[in-house]
T-cell receptor
Framework: AQSVTQPDIHITVSEGASLELRCNYS??????LFWYVQSPGQGLQLLLK????DTLVQGIKGFEAEFKRSQSSFNLRKPSVHWSDAAEYFC?????????????WGLGTSLAVNP | NAGVTQTPKFQVLKTGQSMTLQCAQD?????MYWYRQDPGMGLRLIYY???????DKGEVPNGYNVSRLNKREFSLRLESAAPSQTSVYFC?????????????FGDGTRLSIL
């Protein structure tokens, strides 16, 4: 069955430290890949997406993600975290073919940032 | 540029009451979605509409109905609210209902059922 796993439910980092949020997927072929961020009390906002080509993709707010086919992973990274990055982060995958019109969502990783 | 607008933002209901959550998008998107978000359970799809005039069930459709009123509007109705439906509800839209289309979200409706 298709699935998305975000192994870390909660992560705490210090401001200025680097960040990596993990995302693994189970899919028949390489899917479309997305990362979204949800600030407290807000809806979800698209950070970045991977469709094809360069496996390192840049997004908004200084985030990047790397697609690794061999590991079925799409991990999100940021070199230096700011206090405003405290939020919930969701990984999602979409089908490249067929009639599946829905995104499959991970359960999210909650990020706390210490001053 | 409003994007996806949900009304109301907050609502408290009593068990058995009915209500309709409204959603409108101004991006000329064809596909629209309703999700619920509960602690530890991520986003779960309730219903979606791939295009105007069509609706389909998602993962958790029981207790809900939807109406795609026109291309802009997609409403979610609770006919007889139950405490288990206490949740945050998000409406989203995408240009097309295919896997490579990012979804754009509203700010949510926080619904409590007593």
């Amino acid at each position: 069955a298709q699935s998305v796993t975000q192994p870390d439910i909660h992560i705490t980092v210090s401001e200025g430290a680097s960040l990596e949020l993990r995302c693994n997927y189970s899919y028949g072929a390489t899917p479309y890949l997305f990362w979204y961020v949800q600030s407290p009390g807000q809806g979800l906002q698209l950070l970045l997406k991977y469709f094809s080509g360069d496996t390192l993709v840049q997004g908004i707010k200084g985030f990047e993600a790397e697609f690794k086919r061999s590991q079925s992973s799409f991990n999100l990274r940021k070199p230096s975290v700011h206090w405003s990055d405290a939020a919930e982060y969701f990984c999602a995958v979409g089908a490249r073919a067929g009639n599946n019109r829905k995104l499959i969502w991970g359960l999210g990783t909650s990020l706390a940032v210490n001053p | 540029n409003a994007g996806v607008t949900q009304t109301p933002k907050f609502q408290v209901l009593k068990t058995g009451q009915s209500m309709t959550l409204q959603c409108a998008q101004d991006m000329n998107h064809n596909s629209m979605y309703w999700y619920r978000q509960d602690p530890g359970m991520g986003l779960r799809l309730i219903y979606y509409s791939a295009s105007e005039g069509t609706t389909d069930k998602g993962e958790v459709p029981n207790g809900y109905n939807v109406s795609r009123l026109n291309k802009r509007e997609f409403s979610l109705r609770l006919e007889s609210a139950a405490p288990s439906q206490t949740s945050v509800y998000f409406c989203a839209s995408s240009l097309q209902g295919v896997g490579n289309q990012p979804q754009h979200f509203g700010d949510g409706t926080r619904l409590s059922i007593l």
